[in-house]
């Protein structure tokens, strides 16, 4: 019994000895070697090559700490940005929709800009005297019969920018046509805008959207500056990573220029800068592009062919406004592109009404139907099987045919707004059908 007890007390005193070296050698252990530490134990297998870029890092005395401070910051920022863009559906770049960047306000212009736009006088007289005429006067009275969720907002406005690409990335949009004015030039209510493209470009970057130019019939437009025009955005913005290109069926790949009212300038003068025959042509030069021209009235089909464009559009989103417009006639236009290798791109809108700039101009107001009159144009412009789709407008709100986010607004000014429906529900339209046409055109390429 004695023994028995010798040998257990030998055991215990063993024990305690293992106990006490294993809990030394434990506190002598680092965190990072830790197997217990819960900081490291989702990354078991170390990462070597992580490993030298710290090593690297640590090496470098002379980084200062408020460089790595930014640097992680940096991290920060974009694990945050890339997590909001999972939210979002994939861009649809077959989806483009003009965009308006000339609206100010005192922060950033020092004034009101287009949010003031005049009530524009009838072209009779006698007509003209029986409605309101003058300025509007924001920020309560705007130049809109809505009236947006972010305010009557800068184009300038950082936040407002970030604000419009995440509303873009909702609706699922890939492509923004940026109505653009040479330097210095600019329409009759507003500023020049050219200087924010460079802003639009870096925000549309980080939001995986695409720019494409909407040239407006600037003053003395003909086809000497155009090709100067064209060559300036090219030089300038073209190597942006947002410029927005296409590949075309001879494998080029190209910018595409929207080409607004390009009626307005002769066929023959169009030709001298997009026919291959001409010496001044622009065509096989560094400057080549896919020219969109606006198909307006039917005789404007065999302008369209002379002058030597590459594709029409539509613009206007009230059904029977023109030939163009008229969802009935897309069957047989995009016929006539198929026959004339032209791109075919039917522009659809939620609706029309512009009588807050236009008080007299009732009989061209469309009514949204809380969202149908959009679904029955989306749904008319995919069974016209386009190339593309252009929505008019992300924010035209002189027009009212904006799918930017709206609110109920109360004042002296009667707005409409989207009720019953949310202030998204446009851009949740958009999102269904940029899917729908993604499907649809899968099926057309089989």
């Known amino acids: 019994m004695a023994r028995l007890r010798r040998k257990s007390c030998i055991t215990l005193i063993a024990l305690v000895l293992l106990v006490l070296i294993v809990a030394v050698l434990l506190k002598s252990l680092t965190p990072e070697d830790s197997p217990f530490s819960s900081r490291f134990s989702g990354n078991l297998s170390p990462d070597r090559k992580n490993d030298n870029q710290i090593q690297g890092d640590n090496k470098a005395d002379s980084k200062p700490e408020q460089t790595q401070m930014h640097n992680a910051a940096q991290s920060e920022k974009d694990a945050e940005l890339e997590a909001t863009l999972r939210k979002f559906p994939p861009p649809n770049y077959y989806v483009h929709t003009f965009y308006y960047p000339w609206y100010g306000n005192p922060r950033f212009n020092g004034k009101y800009v287009h949010w003031d736009h005049p009530q524009m006088p009838h072209w009779d007289f006698k007509v003209a005297q029986s409605y309101p005429q003058g300025r509007h006067v924001p920020p309560d009275d705007i130049g809109s019969n809505f009236y947006p969720a972010l305010g009557p907002y800068s184009s300038k406005d950082p936040s407002v920018v970030e604000a ?17 004015y040479p ?15 460079p802003l639009l470009l870096e925000v549309a970057h980080k939001y995986h959207i695409k720019v494409a130019f909407h040239i407006e019939p ?13 060559k300036y955005m090219i030089d300038k913005y073209g190597e942006h990573p947002a410029f927005f290109k296409y590949q075309t069926n001879t494998g080029k790949i190209l910018p595409l220029f929207y080409v607004y ?48 464009f590459d594709g029409v559009y539509t613009y206007f989103a009230t059904n029977g406004f023109s030939f163009g417009s008229t969802q009935r006639n897309w069957e047989s236009v995009r016929a006539f592109c198929e026959d004339n290798n032209l791109l075919f791109i039917p522009s659809v ?35 016209a099987r386009p190339d593309f789709i252009s929505i008019t407008s992300f924010n035209e709100w002189h027009e009212g045919t904006q799918i930017e986010m709206a609110i109920p ?16 529900i446009y851009l949740e339209i958009t999102r269904k059908w940029a899917a729908i046409f993604g499907g649809e055109r899968r099926k057309w390429q089989k």
């Open 261 to 308: 009212d390009s009626y307005l300038m002769n066929s023959e003068q169009w030709a001298k800068l997009l026919k291959h025959t001409d010496s001044n042509s622009i065509r096989h030069t560094p400057y080549d592009a896919i020219f969109i021209a606006l198909l307006v009235e039917e005789k404007h089909k065999r302008d369209i062919l002379t002058a030597g």
């Open 183 to 197: 330097p210095h030039l600019k329409d009759e209510n507003g500023e020049p805008i050219d200087n924010i493209v």
């Open 218 to 230: 600037y003053k003395g437009r003909d086809e000497i500056n155009m090709f100067t025009n064209v």
């Open 164 to 180: 419009h690409m995440q509303q873009l990335r909702t609706a699922a949009i890939g492509v923004i046509a940026v109505s653009w």
């Open 409 to 424: 607004k109360t004042s002296q000014t009667a707005y409409l707004d989207y009720l019953p429906n949310k202030p998204a």
């Open 349 to 383: 809108g939620p609706g029309y009404i512009d009588t807050s700039v236009r008080p007299w101009n009732f009989q061209n107001t469309r009514n949204r139907i809380n969202g149908k009159y959009y679904e029955t144009s989306l749904s008319a412009a995919i069974q």
